[in-house]
């Protein structure tokens, strides 16, 4: 049997490709009704309607209010459909709002009140419709470790934030990429000061607010003025936050987890890369698992493996020539790789 680390997407990855995601792979059909049960009693279109829509919408898929329902569930279905009988998960990690997701799989949530959290964040972050984020990366097209590029740019959006009006943070410590969040003035003065690179960065998130930044403060205090500690409980897999810190099964402080995960969580640095890290050092999997729904999380993953030098990586061909020979990195997403996970759906 092998061991595994299950790794939560974030926000941005149900595309025009997942379509139909759910019906084609959650399985809990009287769950997906009482999802779409709670989202009707707010007035909100439910996941099935948005699943099984005849096209894709940027504007109404990309939304916070409706693209956090859609990837928490399918997440949760993936990670449902895992062999257990193959794959021992030794711990849970996750991206940005894939934290949420991280808890409910960890069993520190239910099924039910990691929706109720993961639904109302979502809502209260589009209608405060806070600020941007915006993605640039520090690591070329190798996947080299550059760290002197990494401290300029981190300088430059410090130096741009202690402009008047100005406002740009490190958001997501993302692998080789740089997520920033600010204020418009922030992230434009950024786009003007950097050059255009691999034909496509850097690129604003389509739907983003300025999310784990200060700005985000308001919606952090909405959140928990709304979502009460008893609904969080202990976890029964180890589950690995946005700092590298380890919420452990017998051991977690249930108001200490509401506490991080609707304030700190919301409002500062979300440290993927370090998750990753942590993931790998702590726990040695033979495999990571990214759920679904969507693939873009893979890069990221292989860069963090990368800059935690782990099992001697040090560039995009040596993590393809071991992802070859001793496959590592499983992405749900891709059917070809989910199979060799999951119990078959």
């Known amino acids: 049997m092998k061991t595994a680390v299950v790794i939560c997407p974030g926000r941005g990855t149900y ?31 439910t996941l099935s309607e948005l699943d099984s829509a005849p096209s894709y919408a940027s504007g109404r898929h990309t939304r916070g209010d409706n693209a956090s329902g859609l990837i ?36 520190a949530l239910t099924g039910e009140a990691g929706f109720e959290l993961v639904n109302t964040m979502g809502t209260l972050m589009h209608e405060a419709s806070i600020g941007g984020q915006i993605i640039y990366p520090f690591m070329d097209e190798d996947w080299r ?25 490190l958001s997501i410590d993302l692998g080789g990429m740089l997520v ?11 786009e003007s000061a950097v050059a255009r690179v691999q034909g496509r960065f850097p690129m604003r998130l389509t739907n983003h607010g300025a999310f784990h930044s200060r700005l985000q403060a ?32 017998g051991a977690t402080d249930s108001h200490a987890l509401w506490d991080y995960t609707l304030g700190h969580q919301v409002t500062e640095t979300y440290d993927f890369t370090h998750a990753i890290r942590i993931a790998a050092r702590e726990f040695a999997p033979d495999l ?42 499983v992405s749900m997403g891709m059917d070809g790789q989910r199979r060799t996970v999951t119990k078959g759906d």
């Open 15 to 45: 595309g025009k490709a997942e379509l139909g995601y759910l019906k084609r792979h959650f399985s809990d059909r009287a769950q997906l009704a009482g999802f779409d049960a709670a989202r009707a009693a707010l007035g909100q279109e």
């Open 72 to 107: 928490y569930a399918a997440t949760l279905g993936d990670f449902r459909a895992i062999d257990d009988n193959s794959v021992e998960i030794v711990a849970v990690t996750g991206n940005s709002m894939g934290w949420y997701s991280a808890l409910a799989v960890a069993g």
């Open 145 to 169: 470790p550059n760290p002197a590029r990494k401290a300029e740019l981190l300088a430059l959006a410090d130096e741009i934030s202690g402009r008047a009006d100005h406002v740009l943070t």
């Open 180 to 190: 920033l969040a600010g204020n418009d003035a922030g992230l434009a003065a950024f």
């Open 218 to 249: 308001p919606v952090a205090e909405r959140g928990r003025a709304r979502l009460f500690p008893d609904i969080f409980g202990q976890p029964r897999l180890p589950a690995i936050d946005g700092r590298g810190a380890i919420w452990w099964p």
């Open 288 to 329: 990571f698992i990214i759920t679904g729904p969507g693939t873009t999380l893979g890069g990221a993953v292989a860069q963090s493996l990368i800059l935690a030098n782990w099992r001697g990586m040090a560039s995009k061909n040596d993590f393809q020539t071991l992802q070859q020979t001793t496959p590592l990195l």
